[in-house]
T-cell receptor
Framework: GDSVTQMEGPVTLSEEAFLTINCTYT??????LFWYVQYPGEGLQLLLK?????DKGSNKGFEATYRKETTSFHLEKGSVQVSDSAVYFC?????????????FGTGTSLTVIP | NAGVTQTPKFQVLKTGQSMTLQCAQD?????MSWYRQDPGMGLRLIHY???????DQGEVPNGYNVSRSTTEDFPLRLLSAAPSQTSVYFC???????????FGPGTRLTVL
């Protein structure tokens, strides 16, 4: 069935390091792809999204490109900051016979140390 | 715009007690949903609603009831709390099903 798999954490990086969080998906149709971020003690917030193949979503220095050939939507940032410490969720939305359905990955915890 | 609000923020229950988690949104969204978040399992869909008067089950509906009498409100009822329902609960809403969802701050529930 439809699903999202993201790399397990936790991930610990030094400030200004390069970040990659891998996300791959399985979907029978043409999904939309999302990255959500959850800061400590808060709900999930949309970070970026892409709705079709080769689209690049970007926000706050984060980027992810919708790669249909590798069924991937990896999250990257060139230089992380302490304030980026959070849990990151990859998600997809796909059309099913009962309408659109959202699927979330298990989340990747990122800690950035000064 | 308050967005999606949830009350309470924290709750402790004893096994067998019942309670209602409140969720409200002021964005006139048609679609609302409840998720639970457990360590290592991501978010799992409990129930959802595509509009007032219409609800349906998600992935893990057992032990929970919902109703949607207005567009704004989507309460989640625990009928007889069990320790397995200890979790963080998030309510979310979106303009329609399948598009960007907006999440509330969550309710952390402990069942003893």
């Amino acid at each position: 069935g439809d699903s999202v798999t993201q790399m397990e954490g936790p991930v610990t990086l030094s400030e200004e390091a390069f970040l990659t969080i891998n996300c791959t998906y399985t979907a029978t149709g043409y999904p939309s792809l999302f990255w959500y971020v959850q800061y400590p003690g808060e709900g999930l917030q949309l970070l970026l999204k892409a709705t079709k193949a080769d689209d690049k979503g970007s926000n706050k220095g984060f980027e992810a490109t919708y790669r249909k050939e590798t069924t991937s939507f990896h999250l990257e940032k060139g230089s992380v900051q302490v304030s980026d410490s959070a849990v990151y969720f990859c998600a997809l939305s796909v059309i099913t016979n009962t309408g659109n359905q959202f699927y979330f990955g298990t989340g990747t915890s990122l800690t950035v140390i000064p | 715009n308050a967005g999606v609000t949830q009350t309470p923020k924290f709750q402790v229950l004893k096994t067998g007690q019942s309670m209602t988690l409140q969720c409200a949104q002021d964005m006139n969204h048609e679609y609302m949903s409840w998720y639970r978040q457990d360590p290592g399992m991501g978010l799992r869909l409990i129930h959802y609603s595509v509009g007032a008067g219409i609800t349906d089950q998600g992935e893990v509906p057992n032990g929970y009831n919902v109703s949607r009498s207005t567009t704004e409100d989507f309460p989640l009822r625990l009928l007889s709390a069990a320790p397995s329902q200890t979790s963080v609960y998030f309510c979310a809403s979106s303009r329609t099903r399948g598009v960007t969802q907006y999440f509330g701050p969550g309710t952390r529930l402990t069942v003893l």
